[in-house]
């Protein structure tokens, strides 16, 4: 079992940045990958980021590739999206969710966040 918990969600205008932090405790929580996906009004839940266990391998959504970094601190068992340059679509509630490996969708993941809200807006 693996719970998650994010924070640092807000409002921040377009071409600004910001920072999302999960943090995930349970027994194993160290040996899952970690993943960020997002909601927006009336849309599907879409992937946005993942990071492998040890932080070797990480995957990116084409919409966020080159903008958005995801890293992980397994020593603090926390898992960070930073958002760079971000744009009014961006805007969506944020998830963090855990799964035994690396996935982009969003079926594999068995552990899911409360969710963090992302606005964009001027």
């Known amino acids: 079992q693996v719970q998650l918990e994010e924070s640092g969600g807000g409002l921040v205008q377009p071409g600004g940045s910001l920072r999302l932090s999960c943090a995930a405790s349970?027994?194993?929580?160290?040996?899952?990958?970690l993943g960020w996906f997002r909601q927006a009004p009336g849309k599907e839940r879409q992937f946005v980021a993942a990071?492998?266990?040890?932080?070797?391998?990480?995957y990116y959504a084409d919409s966020v590739n080159g903008r958005f970094t995801i890293s992980r601190d397994n020593a603090k068992s926390t898992v960070t999206l930073q958002m760079n340059s971000l744009k009014p679509e961006d805007t969506a509630v944020y998830y963090c969710?855990?799964?035994?490996?690396?996935?982009?969708?969003?079926?594999?993941?068995?552990?899911w966040g409360q969710g963090t809200q992302v606005t964009v807006s001027s």
């Open positions: 969710a855990a799964a035994w490996s690396l996935y982009r969708e969003m079926g594999e993941y068995d552990y």
């Open positions: 349970g027994r194993d929580a160290t040996d899952h990958a």
């Open positions: 990071i492998s266990w040890n932080g070797g391998a990480t």
